[in-house]
């Protein structure tokens, strides 16, 4: 049986209480379900601000899901005014997406600069998810999974077919080499099991669908037990 990844999204959203009340909301919630998930690793991209009082939390009740970053600098700890290096946000997490089609839409990063980005998580020991609109666009050597998310379909409701989506990861997959490929866009509790039943298809990328707790834990449900 492949493991799954599924990695929640939170963007720019929750506050340290909203964070610290989803995660026990969450967790109640996995327990009522007995969802059980040894086939997937789950991780929550959270903003910053939010890996240190989540990371404690997860530590203290030994919860199973990870911690990741949704960016990180190009550059080494140092003179870089506003930029969280690689080797700070590896003191509380293991994983960061880089790439995101919100950073390369709002803010200009091409693909030189996350290849920088890869390169600084690379060295200090991240997982790294390398998100891609399409087949085409560049994947820098060293990433540990492709996420393919068209960029009609983020947060639109509008999600790819399974199909097409199986389709495009293994074309991505036969290009890069690597060979855990996920897909991200408008994924929910309701359509997430028929992505993961592609062969292809690794895991998935839900952002607003990681914003509930009770969709949250309902789509690792029906990823990882599908009826
Ligand atoms: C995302 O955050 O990468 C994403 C795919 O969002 P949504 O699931 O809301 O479309």
Wanted: aromatic residues 8%; contains cysteine.
């Amino acid at each position: 049986m492949k493991k799954l990844l599924i990695a929640g999204n939170w963007k720019s959203n929750k506050t340290v209480q909203e964070a610290i009340a989803w995660l026990l909301e969450w967790n109640a919630k996995c327990q009522m379900l007995n969802a059980k998930w040894e086939n997937a690793t789950v991780v929550l991209c959270v903003p910053f601000t939010l890996l240190y009082p989540l990371k404690q939390e997860i530590d203290r009740l030994q919860l199973p899901i990870e911690l990741g970053a949704q960016d990180v600098s190009p550059f080494p700890d140092g003179a870089y005014t506003g930029e969280v290096s690689a080797r700070q946000i590896k003191e509380l997490s293991d994983w960061v997406i880089i790439g995101h089609s919100e950073r390369r839409k709002y803010f200009g990063e091409t693909d030189e600069i996350l290849a920088q980005k890869v390169d600084q998580a690379k060295s200090a020991g991240l997982h790294i998810i390398y998100c891609v609109p399409d087949k085409e666009t560049t994947v820098p050597p060293g990433v540990d999974a492709v996420a393919y998310e068209p960029m009609w379909a983020i947060g639109t409701g509008k999600s790819d077919t399974p199909e097409n989506a199986g389709e495009v990861i293994r074309g991505i997959k036969v290009k890069t080499n690597i060979p855990v490929v996920i897909y991200g866009g408008s994924v929910t509790q309701e359509n997430v099991a028929s992505f993961v039943s592609q062969e292809a298809i690794d895991g998935v990328l839900p952002g607003g669908a990681s914003l509930d707790p009770e969709k949250f834990a309902n789509l690792i449900k029906n990823a990882c037990n599908p009826r």
